[in-house]
């Protein structure tokens, strides 16, 4: 895609048999002071394992805690406030990125956490059917980001060189006859109007042009004076080469434009179910 970018032995002693201290390891999380920590929902009425993949300095092993045919995928940690570092975001995405390999999934916030399994399963009884819900919703579907830039003082160089007024404008103020303030003033109010108007252009094409090959779509606040989209869209599984297809015509459409692919991704964006959850403050003391 032209200037597109694509964005994870024990031994046998000889000595007589003699009662020994049960290793920490093997104690109920709760008698050790842990709690749970959630990374997803998926359907799952048999137990999982995802290996020792989780939060910690020594990545947790991670499994999951039932109700029914649904299921809490989650790891034992301490009952904490989570720092949003880089190391603990990344742990709680290659989570979620691993469980999505093989089940749809519903992502929980970073730093969800529960004092015990009884309140995992107590949350999966209560919510069950809007969980039930939106795992339907969300079957064999996955999100991407779309994220669109430009150069904007080469588009302004465009829109100077196109518009009569800005080109005029631009020459009374290069020619300092005077004072240039309202000349200037205009200017800008132009230069602004015209990068707005192209803006809300390009988007309005870019969606069109992906409409037919994603479930939906969310249009989230660009991030500095570069970026003009940034955008998520809900792909079925089916239409994943269809989308990034699409999306490389597109970058081949608009030559001045950059655009940045990632995913796949859980639906962060589709998922809406808000939950009153029991954090680790409350064991805080």
Known sequence: MPRAQKVRNRAVGASPPR????????????????????????Q?????????????AQPAPVHTVHHRDIAAVVSDTQIQLHDPTRENVLAHERVNET???????????????????ADIEELLRSAYEAFREVLAKMADKLEFGVKVLWDRDEMVRQIEAEEEEVRWLR???SSERGSTYLARMQHGRLIDRALQSRSERYLGEIFERLRDVSVASRVNKPIGDRMIVNAAFLVSRDKEAAFSARLE?????????????????????????????????????
């Open 99 to 117: 469980v999505m390999r093989k089940f749809t999934v519903i992502p929980m916030s970073f730093g969800t956490v529960f004092k015990t399994e």
């Open 171 to 173: 020459k009374q103020i």
């Open 19 to 42: 009662r020994a201290l049960r290793p920490a390891s093997n104690r109920p999380a709760a008698a050790r002071g842990l709690g749970k920590y959630v990374y997803c929902v998926i």
């Open 44 to 56: 799952s009425s048999k137990p999982q394992t995802f290996g020792p993949i989780g939060l910690g």
């Open 249 to 285: 015509d597109l970058g081949t459409r608009y030559p001045h434009l950059t655009f940045k692919f990632t995913g796949p991704w859980p639906p962060y964006n589709f998922v809406n179910i808000r939950l009153k959850l029991e954090r680790a403050r409350e064991a805080t003391p």
